[in-house]
């Protein structure tokens, strides 16, 4: 885009901020509270199939509270872990603070010689839309799988 020096400089900064915010709003993720209650997808029984057969699958029994001031409280189905969130761009960053098995005696004995605890690393979540998107990849005796842990918006 060449200025022209016939034009009035007002209207070159009206058709850039038509462009920023065209720009902006064409973003879905921009600007979007992501604060709420989040829950496991319901995978159907076809996808599931499909997910085995490429030697993967879905998390389950998992739910997430993103709250306004910034901590989250993170449940699986045996762990609740606590700490705080940060939004980069189309990811959600889950910075643990805290993490306990949800059954008691294991927090006190541990489960087969380990203790739940945080990693150094945050957990890392694409957002999309309503969506929160995570793959972990886990090794089981046949080798690795990947797990999708997809969490839908259910409330505010």
């Not at 998390?59 to 969130?85: M, P, Q, V």
């Not at 957002?127 to 505010?156: E, H």
């Amino acid at each position: 885009y060449r200025f022209s020096h016939t034009k009035p400089v007002a209207i070159h900064l009206q058709k850039l901020l038509i462009g920023m915010i065209s720009l902006a709003l064409s973003c879905p993720a921009f600007g979007q509270d992501i604060s709420g209650s989040y829950r496991n997808k319901t995978f159907g029984l076809l996808d599931q199939g499909l997910l085995f057969l490429n030697n993967m699958d879905t998390a389950h029994g998992c739910s997430l509270d993103l709250k306004k001031d910034f901590t989250y409280t993170y449940r699986t189905c045996g762990n609740i872990e606590t700490g705080t969130w940060e939004r980069r761009g189309d990811s959600l960053l889950l910075f643990c603070k805290s993490n306990r098995y949800r059954v008691d005696s294991l927090n006190q004995s541990g489960w087969q010689g380990k203790f739940a605890g945080c990693s150094n690393k945050p957990d890392v979540f694409i957002i999309d839309q309503a969506l929160l998107k995570q793959t972990q990849t886990f090794k089981n005796g046949a080798g690795t799988m990947k797990a999708l842990n997809y969490l839908t918006k259910t409330g505010s």
